[in-house]
C-alpha cells in the first residue's frame, strides 16, 4: 500500500494548539499514515515581513511536535536556496517516495487565493488530493476554481474541526502586548518563547521617532 503524506507548511511563528488540532483531525480524516511538518525559511508571498529567526522557528516546531505518532520534521525547504514554492517542495518529496500519494494540506484562504501560487495547475496535478481545513467564514467559489483548474473538485477534501480563534499572528501580538497567551502553546513552546524573550517589543522600536 503506497504511503498517504499529508504536507503541512508554513512559517509556524510561532506553532500553537491550532496547528496540532488541525494536522491531528487531518490526519484521522483523510487516512493519513504521516504529516510532515514543513517549515518555510521565508514566504515567497510575504517576502517584506519580519519573521523569527530559522533557530528558533525550528527548536519550538520540534518542542510541538514531539512524541506525536505520525508528525514529523521536514527540513526540505532548509535544504536548498529560496525562492520555496510548493510545486518544487512537492516534486522533490515525490523524488523521495515515488510510490507516496501526496496530500497538500492548506486553509481554505489558500485553496481560494491558489490561482495566484507560482505554477497552480502544477500543484494541482501533482497531488493525490488537497486536504482543505475551512473555516465557517471562508467564501471558496468551487466553480471558479473548476474552471480554472479542471478536475480540482474531484481533489478537494474538507476537514471538519473544531473552530479556535487561535493565530500566530495574534499570539505575537499577545505577547508584545503583554497580554494572555499561555495556554495557546504547547507548553514547551511557551517555555522556550519566555526562556528567549521571543516576540517582545524592544524599548528602541518602540520609542515615536
Known sequence: MPNRIGIFGGTFDPPHLGHLILAAEAQAQLGLDRVLWVLTPQPPHKPERAITSLEHRLEMLRRTIHGCTGF??????????GPHYTIDTLSI????????????????????????W???????AAVHALGVMRRP??????????????????????????RLDISSSLIRQRIAGGGHYRYYLPP??????????????????????
Open 72 to 81: 514529523e520534521l521536514s527540513l526540505v525547504e532548509m535544504e536548498r536556496t
Open 93 to 116: 518529496l515525490q523524488q523521495k517516495d515515488p510510490t507516496a500519494k501526496l496530500v497538500l494540506l492548506i486553509g481554505g484562504d489558500s485553496l481560494r487565493d491558489l490561482p495566484g
Open 118 to 124: 507560482s505554477r497552480p495547475a502544477e500543484i494541482v
Open 137 to 162: 467564514d471562508d467564501r471558496i467559489e468551487l466553480e471558479t476554481l473548476e474552471r480554472l483548474f479542471p478536475g480540482i473538485s474531484s481533489k478537494i477534501r474538507f476537514v471538519d474541526a473544531p
Open 188 to 209: 514547551g513552546v511557551y517555555d522556550y518563547i519566555q526562556k528567549n524573550h521571543l516576540y517582545r517589543v524592544t524599548i528602541s522600536s518602540s520609542v515615536a521617532r
